[in-house]
C-alpha cells in the first residue's frame, strides 16, 4: 500500500478501456475508478481481450496505483422481485470478474434500498445476496459497499448497517468503501478529526477499521444531515477544505486511496459538467500533510 494517500478520480473509459489511463493521465490522478457498464443499464460493457490486454500494459507503465471498478446504479441486495435480485447477483459477479482481468484492487457497490420497509426486513436477503456472490467468484478481489446519504430507503447510510452485514457475510474480501459526501449527508461530521476517530474506534470494535478498502472523496453541496447526494467540488461544499485536511491527515487514512467523484469546474459544450478535473486533484493533493 502507498505511505501517502493515492489521489485518484472517477474517470470515463468511453472509446475504449485504455482511455482510462490516458484521461488519468491528463488530470493527474494516481488511482482510478471506472463503471462497469453503462450505470443505468443491466447490459455490461463488452471488452475484448486485446482492449483488456491494451489497458493492463499501459496501466503497468503509468503510475496508477489502484484501478477500482463502480458497480451498476440499478443492482439491488434487497430486490423484490426474484428477477430483479438475480440480475443485481450477476451484475455484481460480472464486475468482479471483470475486474480479475484488469488487475483491479475490487469493485464498489450501492448495496441497494429497502424501499421503505426497513433495513431489519431486508438484512437477511441483502447477507444472503452477497454471501451468493463470494462464493460464485472465487477469486482475490474485493468487494467494497459504499455507505448512502440517506436517500430513498437505501441501505448502509448507518455505518452500523454495512457493519451487521460485513460481520455476517464474513468473507475477508468484504469491506467498505466511505462516500464523505455521503456520510457528511447521512449526518457524520466527519470535517471534526474526533468524529473521524470516533467512526474507525467503532471499526475497530465490530469489524476493524482493515474494512475501509477506499475512500469517495467529494465534498457536498448540502449541509449536514441533509440526505441529498449531491457531490461538490473539493473546498466549495459544506465539508470544506478544513473537512478533507483532517481526514487526509489521519494515520488510517493516509494508507487509503481518494477517488474524487466531483463535478468539476469546467462545462463541456453540452453544458454539462465533465466531472472529476486537475484542478480538484490539485486541491486534494494540497491537503495531504
Ligand atoms: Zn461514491
Ligand atoms: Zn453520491
Not at 490516458?22 to 490522478?29: K, L, Q, T, Y
Not at 481481450?49 to 471498478?69: A, G, M, N, P, Y
Not at 453544458?271 to 486533484?281: H, M, R, T
Request: charged share 25%.
Amino acid at each position: 500500500m502507498p505511505k501517502k494517500t493515492s489521489i485518484g478520480a472517477h474517470v470515463s473509459s468511453s472509446g475504449g478501456l485504455s482511455n482510462a489511463i490516458v484521461n488519468a493521465n491528463n488530470i493527474g490522478a494516481n488511482s482510478i475508478q471506472i463503471f462497469s457498464g453503462p450505470p443505468q443499464m443491466w447490459l455490461p460493457t463488452k471488452h475484448s481481450q486485446e482492449t483488456i490486454d491494451q489497458f493492463v500494459s499501459l496501466r503497468e507503465k503509468s503510475d496508477i496505483e489502484e484501478v477500482w471498478i463502480h458497480n451498476i446504479y440499478l443492482a439491488n441486495m434487497a430486490a423484490d422481485s426474484s428477477e430483479q435480485l438475480e440480475k443485481s447477483i450477476n451484475s455484481v459477479i460480472g464486475a468482479l470478474k471483470f475486474g480479475e482481468k484488469i488487475k483491479a484492487a475490487g469493485v464498489v457497490l450501492h448495496t441497494g434500498s429497502h424501499k421503505g420497509k426497513g433495513f431489519n426486513k431486508v438484512q437477511r436477503k441483502v447477507i444472503n445476496s452477497l454471501k451468493k456472490i463470494l462464493s460464485s467468484v472465487p477469486i482475490d478481489i474485493k468487494l467494497a459497499l459504499e455507505n448512502a446519504a440517506g436517500q430513498g430507503g437505501s441501505i448502509g447510510s448507518d455505518f452500523n448497517e454495512l457493519e451487521y452485514i460485513i460481520e455476517r457475510v464474513n468473507d475477508e474480501r468484504i469491506g467498505i468503501c466511505i462516500d464523505t459526501c455521503h456520510a457528511f449527508a447521512a449526518g457524520y461530521d466527519i470535517r471534526k478529526k474526533q468524529v473521524i476517530e470516533d467512526l474507525l474506534t467503532s471499526f475497530e470494535k465490530t469489524i476493524t477499521k482493515e474494512k475501509i478498502f477506499v475512500v469517495h472523496a467529494n465534498d457536498s453541496l448540502m449541509d449536514l444531515g441533509s440526505h441529498r447526494d449531491r457531490h461538490q467540488n473539493i473546498g466549495e461544499g459544506f465539508i470544506g477544505n478544513r473537512g478533507f485536511k483532517n481526514l487526509l491527515s489521519n494515520n488510517y487514512f493516509k494508507k487509503l486511496c481518494f477517488i474524487l467523484e466531483v463535478p468539476g469546474f469546467s462545462l463541456d459544450n453540452t453544458k454539462k459538467n465533465k466531472g472529476p478535473d486537475l484542478e480538484n486533484i490539485k486541491r486534494l493533493k494540497k491537503l495531504r500533510p
